[in-house]
């Protein structure tokens, strides 16, 4: 480990502690705390396990599988790479997604219960989506919002009863704030973390293997439905969801602490005919569909607008909801031509080696090579099917438009093929390339309105 520290010191000789500062150019004056934009590389370190961080029902089975690093995400540690680089890394793994079938440890998605004769109107109150219109047994990709119009998380919504939603959390630790709302709002409901815990089965095959799981009724499942069933006698739901643009499921395991290890070799057993791989989630096809990651695309102080997700807020929902009036009023300044932010998300397609893995920093964006910086990329990875590095990444709003031609100041690792660091980039559409499902941003633009019921 120390070797390996040491030479990451020396391939980022300009980086050592106290030496790299935040970038002057980044305009981020319209945030309280700025993204760090410190260019420190690998900086390699082992993560340390202890009892202060959640094993989830499937950490063990994970590490069994191969997982041989790991992240933290809603305070558990959270299966980031099985395959090793020597091995072909992310990529082998990807090759599994796109052509196979493949399973996720994704217990790190905490199901928040909201429970009660109020529930509905709870849960209407705290979304931007009009919650009214899911019916049980159907869900929906939503986003909550603090005063501000800030993103505080951005769940899948399950409804499982006309009285009961679950919130399955990506990145922050949402319990906490829905039961502050409703100290000062006293909704009839009960608001409790549960014993539930998925994974997700991605992938061309997955319909296949759901099949041998479930029967002939998950064909009928649509995209967001959900299903009741059984796994080794055990209760789950289902949903026809997941965190790429490949066909998926994702099975929510009911009292997950006890029948964890029923499920997971079940699913083993039965994907073997269909050449199923245990794999991390899969970030590199995301990044295709155009899905966010909370905290590494947005965070608390992004709004809507700025990164694809205006779609969410609704010109139609008559009930009020926590960050409506800012919400509504930053759209008005927007269509007025004067955008109260300085930073939007746009698609990049750029130069450099392939990206293989993730990425250790928020890569710097100028206008052109020797620049200073001027905006930053936040998911980089590489696409086999458009034979490109893609990204999204923030830049100034006057920098948006499809076309523009901008630069992406990369690490060594990724250097072009003549050593260059800084490659050109072009701003593009997103998504990327075309997703199994259209999500809601697309069906709302093919029928000609900016929001999504």
Sequence with gaps: MAIQFEQALQ??????????????????????????????????????????????????????????????????????????????????????????????????ERQIQVKGPDAEAFVNYVITRDATRIKPMRGKYVILCNEDGGILNDPVLLRIAEDEFWFSLSDSDLELWLRGVNLGKRFDVSIAEIDVAPVQIQGPKSEALMVDLFGDEVRQLPYYGLMAGQVAGHDVIVSQTGFTGEKGYEIYLRDATLHAEDLWYTVLRAGEPHNLRVIAPAHHRRIAAGILSWGQDIDQETLPFQCNLAYQVPRNKEADYIGKAHLEAVRAQIEAGQPPFRQIMVGLAFGGTPVT?????????????????????????????????????????????????????????????????????????????????????????????????
């Design 11 to 108: 391939d980022y000789p300009h980086q050592r502690a106290g030496a790299a500062r935040q970038p002057d150019g980044v305009d981020q004056s319209d945030r309280r705390v700025p993204i760090n934009l410190r260019q420190s590389g690998p900086t390699p370190v082992e993560m340390l396990i202890s009892t202060r961080v959640r094993k989830s029902p499937y950490w063990h089975l994970s590490y069994e599988a191969g997982c041989w690093r790991a992240t933290v995400y809603n305070r558990m540690y959270h299966p980031r790479g099985y395959v090793h680089p020597e091995d072909g890394g992310a990529m082998v793994e990807y090759d599994s997604l796109v052509h196979d079938v493949t399973l996720w440890n994704v217990a790190v």
């Design 357 to 453: 893995d993730y990425a250790n920093d928020f890569w710097l964006i100028s206008e052109s090579p020797g620049a200073d910086a001027v905006g930053y990329v936040t998911s980089p990875w590489y696409s086999p099917e458009l034979q490109s590095n893609i990204a999204l990444g923030y830049v100034p709003y006057e920098l948006r438009h499809l076309g523009t031609a901008l630069t992406v100041k990369l690490p060594p690792e990724y250097a072009a093929p003549d050593g260059s660091l800084e490659v050109a980039a072009t701003v593009v559409e997103v998504p990327f390339r075309p997703s199994v499902n259209p999500n809601a941003r697309e069906r709302a633009r093919s029928k000609g309105i900016d929001f999504a019921d």
